[in-house]
């Protein structure tokens, strides 16, 4: 065995998460990669029949097998994840030469659920914008029931705007920079999966809720993030998931978060008679798979809503 095929997992691992960043993939691919192989390690150093940090030529399938039963608990699509990050690590190490074939290729398949898909209403919509600057209501002692000033009133509105506007994923929306965004023209350069950059438009509404939030930040530069945290740090995906739920449970809308959103946006897109290409290029799709499923459910709505506006039925004919 050569001193290059006597690397241990955890130098495999350090080596494919620098190979992940060399190649330009996004930090929210690194980051998925890095926590589904600490779960790997985690697996390996909990297992008392194995060594804690095993060579990695000497991984095997039967091994893989294993550890992927530990992962039951999560869903299909988490799970089919992990398979792809274990896939992508050992075709790395195939194509240095570390080891001889894709161990992790002869993992089954997990074909993800089809998740229904449940978009905002107008009322949902509606009643999230006017929660966005008061707090849930509470008590204290010998007082009555009151709410306080939400500090990130405005910011919220604007990033509830633009999510709508436009089907932007959370992460899209973090990593939005000031100097991106051309409120007078109404669009957005957005940097997407892959780092595929893509303009995004967005209406007359999102840019003036834009520009009242940065008008409140009057010290912001082109280079800073649109969206920041009451202590000017910029907001992640997780942020902005937490702000989005924290809005809905005081709304009184259940299961509310960002990416509802995108599907809000996207079939109300083509409700609206938008065009099923154009849809596919805002949001970023490589394929037309997922804008398909936003066009029969739109579909459906249209026919739902002819049958009782027929007029040959309403006529009585």
Known sequence: MTTQHALTLSQAIEGRLLAANAKGLSENTIKEYTAYYRKLQRFYAAAPDLPDDPLFVE?????????????DYLSKKSRSNIR???????????SYHLTSYNVAGELETIKPESRAVHPFTRDDVKSM???VDRSKPYTRPGKRECTHTVVQALRNKAMIYLLLDTGLRSSELASLLIKDVDKRNMRAKVMGKGSKERIVPFSSSTSLAIWRYLA????????????ITTRDRPLDNYEVYDVICGIGERAGVAN?????????????????????????????HASLKMCLRYLEIAQADIEKNYR??????CWNL
Not at 63 to 71: D, G, H, N, V
Not at 84 to 94: D, K, P, R
Request: hydrophobic share 40%.
């Open 59 to 71: 991984i095997d399938v039967e091994q893989l097998q294993r550890f992927m039963l530990t992962q």
């Open 84 to 94: 792809i990050s274990l896939s992508s690590m050992w075709a790395w190490s195939t």
């Open 129 to 131: 914008l006017n929660c």
């Open 216 to 227: 409140s930040r009057p010290d912001a530069r082109p280079e800073d993030p649109v969206f």
């Open 256 to 284: 509310a978060h960002p990416h509802r959103f995108r599907h809000t946006f996207a079939i109300n897109f083509l409700r609206n008679n938008g065009n099923i290409y154009t849809l596919k290029e805002i949001l970023g």
């Open 308 to 313: 009782p506006a027929s007029p040959v039925k």
